[in-house]
């Protein structure tokens, strides 16, 4: 088990700038997920921590040793990979023992670790098999107990699951947390897809152009996002940007459109926003914060729109609703049997309390 530090790390390769100066800590047993768009520099980052790349700025310390000038193997660390190439012509427990032999584990001490680890994923009937006979996901758990008999104190996860159809991923997905919560390694996991990155992670990181640009509790990130870039990522269907400038009101302070429309911010909000009247602003709302008006009184912050369902697409539990506010496209995520046509006009609420402002110039949240 071990910490992770890392101070100032940069990477190059060539001109390109990969990684530009991430300070992270991972705490002792912690599950991190780095997460970020395609080329942010997330594979870099892992690999640079695994030894694989050297960093050309910076240190990397684990269990509080510094371990720039050790090699991969001297670092006690296991690795899975997207592309866990097995070897064919091995069984899987043959698979599963491969680095133990390659340190001379004594025979008894191997196939003591290997039914372990086997059992642990739920592969210990399949240990007599060659990898061709074996689903993706048996594939992917025979790659997991390679990496996990080794009882490295950290391990590393590039995209493991990025091979596999949607239901074998959220199956899997499961069973890495599970995985986690009973050998309590310190566990950094690379993923793009931030549905796995809220699921999985104990502390998300995430990453854009080769830095941070937020870390944090999953929930902590999708819900006090510090810039719009965040509050985009995370989220799904992502959260709506509408254009529009701040007003004051007789009785507070409001949204107002590009095509004239207004929503009347919630009182809680005037105090942070005092003084910015007139400011442009993008007002995120999340698909989720929409609901059909009942008819009934509204709560504090919950405003009434009327707007024409354009396009429904129902996912079966609910209905994704494209609908205009302030003349731009946006999502509702409704209940299932909230709209049932297209060109239907609907009555929605609103929930603006947990609305997010972002300064459309800077890209940062103003409140
Ligand atoms: N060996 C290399 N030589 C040159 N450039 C590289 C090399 N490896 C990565 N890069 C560049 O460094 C940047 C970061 O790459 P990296 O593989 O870390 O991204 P990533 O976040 O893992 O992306 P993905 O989600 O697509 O895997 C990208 O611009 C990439 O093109
Ligand atoms: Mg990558």
């Known amino acids: 088990m071990a910490d992770v530090r890392l101070s100032g790390v940069h990477k190059y390769y060539g001109n390109v700038h990969a990684v530009r100066g991430v300070d992270l800590v991972i ?50 660390i296991a690795m899975v990979f997207q592309n866990y190439a097995l070897y064919p012509y091995l069984t899987v427990k043959e698979n599963i023992a491969f680095g133990l032999r390659a340190r001379k584990t004594p025979e008894i001490e191997l196939r ?38 080794r009882k490295a104190e950290l391990f590393l996860f590039d995209e493991p699951l990025s091979n596999l159809d949607a239901q074998l991923r959220d199956e899997m997905r499961g069973e890495i947390k599970r995985l986690h919560h009973e050998i309590t ?63 004051s009101t007789d009785n507070g302070i409001s949204a107002v459109f590009e095509n004239g429309g207004t929503l009347a911010l919630p009182a809680s909000r005037v105090s942070s926003l005092k003084g910015m009247e007139g400011r442009p602003i993008l007002l995120g709302i999340r698909p989720q914060h929409f609901s059909r008006a009942t008819g009934g009184a509204l709560r504090e912050g919950v405003m009434s729109y009327p707007a024409t369902a354009e396009l429904i697409q129902p996912t079966g539990t609910r209905t994704l609703t494209t609908i205009k506010i302030g003349g731009v496209d946006a999502i509702a995520e409704l209940q299932a049997h909230d709209v049932e046509s297209h060109g239907e006009t609907i009555e929605l609420a609103v929930d603006l309390n947990r609305a997010v402002l972002i300064d459309p110039a800077s890209g940062e949240v103003i409140s």
């Not at 050297?54 to 269990?63: E, F, L």
């Not at 929930?219 to 400038?245: C, D, Q, Y």
Request: proline letters at 5%; glycine letters at 12%.
């Open 27 to 76: 705490n002792d047993g912690e599950f991190a997920v780095l997460v970020g768009p395609s080329g942010c520099g997330k594979s870099t980052l892992l690999r640079t921590i695994a030894g694989l790349e050297d960093p050309d700025q910076g240190t990397i310390a684990i269990g509080g040793a510094v371990v720039n000038d050790l090699r991969p193997r001297e670092r006690n």
């Open 112 to 149: 003591k670790r290997v039914n372990e680890a086997a059992e642990m994923l739920g592969i210990g009937g399949l240990l007599e098999r060659y990898p061709r006979q074996l689903s993706g996901g048996q594939r992917q758990r025979v790659a997991i107990g390679r990496a996990i008999v």
């Open 185 to 247: 390694t310190t566990m950094i996991y690379v993923t793009h897809d931030q549905v796995e990155a809220m699921t999985l992670a104990d502390r998300i990181v995430l990453l854009r152009d080769g830095k941070i640009e937020q870390q944090g509790a999953p929930l902590e990130l999708f819900e006090r996002p510090r810039t719009g870039f965040v509050a985009g990522f995370l989220g799904s269907p992502s959260i709506n940007l509408i254009p529009a400038k701040l007003a």
